[in-house]
């Protein structure tokens, strides 16, 4: 649970000593420098600022948001980054409350408009087809299940972690080993495997290169989110990009945008960090909001070390690729199909956005090996393939389909990838130690989440990381 600003200002005095000062020193910029003005660097630098000290965020791009990225020109505004707010979001919600951020709950649209086609081998097919077709790989029983469904049940169904468990203690290394190998010991075939999870992977490119215990964990937490009454998933009103905005409109300091740090230099007076503009912000102390592969081309004296250099170094990220879609006519009219589907081709996946019942944009969300494969094209070649590979699995789509916008997390170079992905062996090595301060640096971000995810997971590091370096200013 946040902390209300009242119980802030009494752990944070109680941190520094009552009465002591949190100002810098007259040559700092600021008491703390926070790199990143993503939703765990803001999230960390208004914990700051409420407890009194002089915060400076820097952020390389020319917006705030980071992975929190709205399509907003596009109708419906899809989001090309973080999209679903679960009800249990509860520091994502406060701060979206406590800076009039509206939130609409999308749970019913999606309850009304839940059909997804099964697109194999370029043909769709009916839900009441699957179960006896030649491309079902399913055992009698799971027969009826789509191949999502399959890979999810399984997971859920032989899931030891309870929800708020430490998932990352040593006490669970036996489960930090391939998902490809939990599946199997389920009773799944390696047909089953390829279908249900390599075919389109939001985490790893296979189950063959992810840790188990992370999709463990995920499904706990997720499960948590859809058991939480009242049942809901938000949005932010004018989407999801509107928080991160309000959260840096809410500081006292302007986010220097465009500033991106290259180096970061610490001694016993405090840190510099170096941009790319020559320019070096002092502070006593800083906070790296950055993922990994951002973080990894910084360079730091004294340098990083042991686990959590090796972490830094070689985290993997996944990748995704997004492109918009409108539709010239509702094509979904002529074949009476739905616009959201599951394919085994490059098009991987697609999601129709309504406004009321009316389908206004599809968003075309590749993963891991197919998002690798599409963004060899170039975005322009990118767009070419995706409606083609659209095209040819609905024909009636032919000539109707226009691109809107486009994003690749792997290509950008300020993420590079979507969200952490933690390989078998490494959530139980890399996790405890990723976070750790490392003199008067300390680390945040959605990959150092302990005990949410995502956006949430991003907002919780945050606020660790402020109360760790409040513990040492
Ligand atoms: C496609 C997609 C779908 C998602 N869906 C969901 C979802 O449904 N629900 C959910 O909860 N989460 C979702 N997420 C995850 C969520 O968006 C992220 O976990 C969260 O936004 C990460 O926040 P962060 O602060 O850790 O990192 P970031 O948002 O990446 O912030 C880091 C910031 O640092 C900046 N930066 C990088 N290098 C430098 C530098 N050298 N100097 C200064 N600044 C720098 C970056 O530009 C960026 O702004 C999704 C993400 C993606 C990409």
Redesign the pocket.
């Known amino acids: 649970m946040p902390l209300s600003r009242r119980q802030f200002l009494l752990a944070a005095s109680a941190l520094v000593g009552a009465g002591a000062s949190l100002r810098a020193s007259a040559a700092a910029d600021a008491d703390i420098l926070v790199?990143?003005?993503?939703?765990?660097?803001l999230s960390a630098a208004l914990t700051l600022q409420q407890a009194g000290a002089r915060v400076q965020v820097?952020?390389?791009?020319s917006r705030?948001?980071?992975?929190?990225l709205s399509f907003a020109d596009v109708p419906g505004i899809p989001?090309?980054?973080?999209?679903?707010?679960?009800p249990g979001?509860g520091m994502l919600m406060t701060a979206a409350r406590r800076f009039d951020v509206g939130l609409e709950d999308r749970l019913p649209a999606q309850l009304r408009h839940s059909r997804v086609e099964l697109v194999l081998g370029g043909e769709a097919i009916a839900p009441e087809r699957w179960p006896s077709s030649p491309l079902n790989p399913f055992p009698d029983v799971d027969k009826p299940k789509l191949p999502w469904q399959y890979a999810a049940t399984l997971l859920a169904e032989g899931n030891p972690l309870a929800p708020g468990t430490p998932w990352y203690a040593q006490a669970n290394a036996a489960h930090d080993r391939p998902l490809h190998d939990f599946f199997l010991e389920r009773g799944a075939t390696e047909a089953a495997i390829k279908l249900a999870y390599d075919t389109n992977p939001s985490y790893g490119t296979s189950a063959r290169d992810i840790s188990a215990l992370q999709l463990m964990f995920i499904d706990a937490w997720t499960g948590m989110q859809r058991r939480m009454r009242p049942a809901a998933v938000y949005k932010a009103v004018g989407g999801n990009q509107r928080i991160p905005e309000a959260m840096a409109a809410g500081l006292e300091r302007e986010v220097q945008l465009r500033?991106?740090?290259?180096a970061l230099r610490q001694d016993a007076a405090g840190v510099t960090v170096t941009c790319d503009d020559g320019r070096r912000l002092k502070a006593r102390l800083a906070i790296c909001?950055?993922?990994f592969t951002?973080l990894r081309?910084?360079s730091f004296e004294p340098r990083l070390s042991g686990v959590q250099q090796e972490a830094v170094q070689k985290l993997p990220y996944q990748q995704?690729t997004?492109v918009a879609l409108v539709a010239r006519r509702p094509f979904w009219k002529d074949d009476g199909l739905s616009p959201s589907m599951w394919c085994d081709s490059l098009l991987a996946r697609t999601f129709a956005h309504h406004e009321g019942d009316e389908v206004v944009s599809i968003l075309v969300?590749a993963y891991g090996n197919k998002a690798a494969a599409i963004d060899r094209l170039g975005r322009e070649g990118a767009i070419r393939r995706v409606i083609a590979e659209f095209e040819a699995a609905r024909p009636s789509a032919r000539g109707q389909l226009q691109a809107v916008a486009w994003h690749s997390?792997g290509l950008d170079p300020?993420?590079g990838g979507?969200?952490a992905v933690f390989a078998p062996g490494t959530v139980t090595r890399y996790l405890p130690a990723m976070s750790a301060p490392h003199g008067r640096v300390h680390f945040?971000?959605?990959?150092t989440a302990l005990t949410a995810?995502?956006?949430?997971?991003?907002m919780e590091?945050?606020q660790r990381a402020a109360m760790e370096a409040l513990r040492q200013l």
């Open positions: 790199l990143g003005a993503g939703l765990s660097g820097i952020e390389s791009r705030v948001g980071g992975r929190v989001e090309a980054g973080g999209q679903s707010i679960g979001y500033t991106r740090a290259v909001a950055l993922p951002a081309r910084l995704s997004q969300t997390w300020d993420a979507s969200w945040c971000g959605e990959h995810r995502g956006m949430e997971g991003a590091s945050g």
